[in-house]
């Protein structure tokens, strides 16, 4: 059979576009159960869809009797444009009051392929060479990676003052049972070279891989773990 050009340019269009598309971020709003070494806390997560992109915030809180030990928050913001192939940082913000770690305020410059910025009193220039995320929007990479396939074996993240490479594994499959319902996840493991902290996220497909759990451990021992209580999704700007 043979097509008109015009014909067939829009049915080359119309693949092109098909084998271009791609699964999109979910916004949600989310609530987990948090321990942190001997405090317990509550973590409220949100990813809100901008014109440019999107925004999470993830707060934590201590709980109960731990409010005795620190009335202290994390509040960390992580502001980033949504590309074909993921996620591309825009602005990271962290103000940590539970474990006195300095303000952290950054800027992702892709023109000039810089971050600048400052943590605490000290000011920060570093050149990317490449995609480099925050800490927190790797797990929405990682989320968006097992939307569009696999995550990719390594990552480059953003550390203190430096950037290092993160390397990704699969830590396998598992039956988890919380307060918002029982789900069959799979463990995305990611550590930075040189570090002692490892951060495993169990991701579940029919919540489109928002974790249900996140561990972290130092040096082999526990460190962080939140479990989800509750999950609402289709929250915008």
């Known amino acids: 059979?043979?097509?008109?050009?015009?014909?067939?340019?829009?049915i080359v269009a119309f693949f092109a576009s098909q084998a271009s598309a791609e699964t999109a971020l979910t916004p949600h709003k989310a609530q987990y159960k948090?321990?942190?070494?001997?405090?317990s806390g509550q973590l409220n997560t949100e990813l809100r869809k901008t014109a440019d992109g999107y925004?999470?915030?993830?707060?934590?809180?201590?709980?109960?009797?731990?409010?005795?030990?620190?009335?202290?928050?994390?509040?960390v913001t992580s502001t980033f444009s949504n590309e074909a192939d993921g996620v591309k940082p825009i602005r990271f913000q962290s103000t940590d009051t539970i474990r006195d770690d300095p303000?952290?305020?950054l800027?992702?410059?892709?023109?000039?392929?810089?971050?600048?910025g400052t943590v605490g009193e000290e000011d920060?220039?570093?050149?990317?060479?490449?995609?480099?995320?925050?800490?927190?929007?790797?797990?929405?990479?990682?989320?968006?990676?097992?939307?569009?396939?696999?995550?990719?074996?390594?990552?480059?993240?953003?550390?203190v003052n430096k950037m290092r490479i993160a390397n990704v594994s699969v830590a396998g499959e598992k039956k988890i049972k919380t307060k918002a319902g029982t789900f069959s996840?799979?463990?995305?493991?990611?550590?930075?070279?040189?570090?002692?902290?490892?951060?495993?996220?169990?991701c579940v497909e029919e919540l489109d891989y928002l974790p249900v759990i996140i561990e972290q451990h130092r040096k082999g021992k526990l460190k962080f773990r939140a479990t989800l209580v509750s999950y609402t999704p289709g929250q915008e700007s």
């Open 34 to 39: 948090v321990r942190i070494s001997v405090v």
């Open 185 to 202: 996840a799979i463990g995305i493991q990611h550590q930075k070279e040189g570090s002692s902290r490892t951060t495993t996220l169990w």
């Open 124 to 159: 920060v220039l570093l050149q990317l060479e490449g995609i480099a995320h925050d800490s927190v929007s790797i797990q929405y990479e990682l989320m968006h990676d097992l939307l569009n396939g696999e995550p990719d074996e390594q990552y480059v993240l953003f550390d």
């Open 55 to 75: 925004v999470a915030r993830h707060v934590i809180k201590p709980t109960g009797i731990s409010r005795l030990i620190t009335r202290g928050t994390m509040d």
């Open 103 to 105: 303000d952290v305020d």
């Open 1 to 10: 059979m043979r097509f008109a050009p015009l014909t067939f340019a829009l």
């Open 107 to 116: 800027a992702f410059d892709w023109t000039t392929n810089e971050v600048s």
